[in-house]
């Protein structure tokens, strides 16, 4: 009998995005799966019953994951939706893992074979199944957008006959993958683009793409540039030297955009109370890591909040604002991993593969991964 | 003793504009005029008080309005407000006179000497006092913002590693000033740009942005391309095959921005509910012409409406949503308007100018327009 599929409707507010496509539906179909999508799960990422059906899944409700010996989600099950699936079953998820240990130990001891995808190694072979490259890339897009929409201005320079609109101001903190894509389309729109990391030897990648990196370059600095990849920790004289420069800079932009993100750590502040205070009325920022803290004083999960003005924008989920391509990529991510698994209809684990031993947090009733409480702890 | 020019706050719910800027009044006392602005008036535009101050501005309260010789609003004073000025004053705004002829000749009643900016003729030496043109160009902008951040998916096309994400398809129906600086932002974004006008000779002005014309393209079109301009109405024949053409190119569309105004008539409809039907769940409709009636069925002024997951975006006062670029340009519409009539501190009307002639709307107790009740109307 054939591997029982289930893709389930996510049941987190807020949360639009959605395990599956019609694209990988009909891949794991053709590889010998049965796949049963929950009833409206695709309706908030435009995709339709009908498509899942028509790509060949059945349409099921919440009672068909009991039998699902896979189950595709994109946030952690709760444990109301864990006590539903068999012992033995797959769950891969955006697990949010760190913080909490407990909840991963219950869905151990119910029996599941957990995988938490924003494990995944960052190396060549796993790149299709980043899912924090797939999901920071659309939120560095939606970011500016989002800000263009709250923004009292034009983002481009406008020559008209009544006289010049002048570029807006937009500085990304954080060159990672939201950052980079930030930047890209803050361009795309007109914007006078500028950026930081702290990382010199990110200045290429800014820019390349049009951005000005703010850094104080000076010799420690450009021998860091040159170091590449993630050179060692800049001296604390530097770093108050960068402080100050950036904080400067900061009051003369129109819009900050903010997303630096440690895992598994809280978010590092890089926008205080008194850089806010020095930016003009009209100007916006937009936090990306505010579930996680946020990189913004006073910035509110969720909400936006007015400074004398200045507006500091902290929408949560944001890949889930632009769901239906969140969708779509989230789900490529999850096929691209489950078909290193599937073999002539079946499903076998390979725990000694990279990509299991980076991912797999509980397996035989237990956690399993040694960062949330099982084996030992990683050096 | 100078002539007081007094730029008031606006009071209608919405209206964030204002009709001065810091550049403005430099130069209205730099003229030798007096000008006081009302508390608060900037407060929506990013102008502080203090900005119209330090720019030689007093601050001042509604009860100044009495006192001016020139009063610059937005919006058409309300009765209230215009029982406030003395007779004899001038008041420049957007009068919106169409339809309201009666509201009109109040102000003409209580002595008023109104102008009304919407008015002005599109002539080369008026250009820099054009206000449909300053307003509507950012309105453009605005819908397309609005759109992408209403949008569940990415405009541009995207490359990623979890597979590509297709460029919006993106359709503007008018290409006036605000059609065609939707179709550049839109461009600018990535998206896949299509346009259409009832005016063939617009063809040329789309692809020079980047967009694709839309147009059934038979002898007929080509005789009226080629005459330049506004070209006569297209036969029966004609306008019959082109709206089957653009029935069918909506269905495809994810983006469909709608610009078409005639000044003094309702808004023509350019998309009937059965093409909405016919568009995907997700897909965006922003109608521009809400205010006057609508472009899109089923558009609602101030509403976003849904139509089985189709967005019809209804904003009022789109300028407004950008208010700190809309205010700086109307402000400069004003002055150059406004200069034409300065001559050392003084204030002298010339009636025999064609811009006066287009514009005035009432002096010396009476309508003077000849399309709004007063003299002969124009034939």
Redesign the interface.
């Known amino acids: 009998m054939a591997k029982l599929l289930f893709i389930a409707k996510e049941k987190a507010p807020g949360e639009?995005r959605v395990a599956g496509s019609p694209d990988t539906v009909k891949k794991l179909v053709a590889a010998g799966l049965e796949v049963v999508v929950e009833a409206d799960a695709g309706s908030?990422?435009?995709i339709?019953d009908a498509e899942f059906e028509k790509a060949g899944a059945t349409i099921g409700t919440a009672a068909d994951a009991a039998r699902a010996d896979v189950v595709l989600k994109v946030r952690r099950p709760d444990a109301e939706e864990a006590a539903g699936y068999k012992s033995g079953a797959i769950v891969i998820a955006i697990m949010d893992p760190y913080g909490h240990n407990d909840l991963i130990a219950d869905l151990g001891s119910k029996g599941l074979t957990t995988f938490a995808m924003e494990l995944m190694p960052r190396i060549t072979r796993a790149?299709?199944?980043?899912v924090l490259?797939?999901q920071a890339?659309?939120a560095g897009?939606q970011a500016v957008?989002?800000a263009?929409?709250a923004?009292?201005?034009?983002m481009?320079m406008?020559m008209?006959?009544?006289?010049t609109?002048p570029a807006a101001k937009v500085f990304v903190m954080g060159a990672g993958v939201a950052g980079l894509q930030a930047i890209a389309?803050a361009k795309?729109?007109?914007a006078a683009v500028s950026a930081t990391d702290v990382r010199p030897a990110s200045k290429e990648q800014v820019a390349s793409l049009g951005g000005k990196f703010i850094a104080v370059e000076d010799e420690e600095f450009k021998a860091a540039e040159t170091a590449g990849g993630y050179a060692k920790e800049m001296s604390k004289e530097y770093q108050a030297k960068q402080a100050a420069l950036v904080a400067d800079h900061i009051a003369k932009q129109d819009i900050v955009i903010t997303t630096a993100l440690i895992p598994g750590r809280p978010a590092p502040r890089l926008v205080t109370a008194d850089m806010i205070a020095s930016m003009?009325?009209?100007s916006i920022l937009v936090d990306l890591a505010v579930e996680r803290g946020g990189n913004v004083e006073g910035a509110v999960a969720g909400e936006v909040v007015d400074k004398n003005?200045v507006r500091i924008i902290g929408y949560n989920n944001v890949p889930g604002?632009?769901?239906?391509?969140a969708s779509?990529?989230?789900a490529?991510?999850l096929l691209?991993f489950l078909q290193t698994m599937i073999k002539d209809g079946d499903i076998a684990i390979n725990f000694d593969d990279e990509l299991v031993k980076a991912t797999a947090l509980t397996h035989g009733g237990k956690v399993i991964h040694p960062n949330f409480g099982g084996g030992t702890p990683a050096p």
Do not use: E, H, W
């Open positions: 639009s908030q990422s435009r339709p790149q299709s199944m980043d490259s797939s890339n659309l897009y957008i989002d263009a929409a923004f009292d201005r034009a481009p406008m008209t006959a009544a006289g609109v389309t795309r729109l007109g003009r009325p009209g003005g604002r632009i769901a239906a391509s779509l990529l989230y490529k991510n691209t």
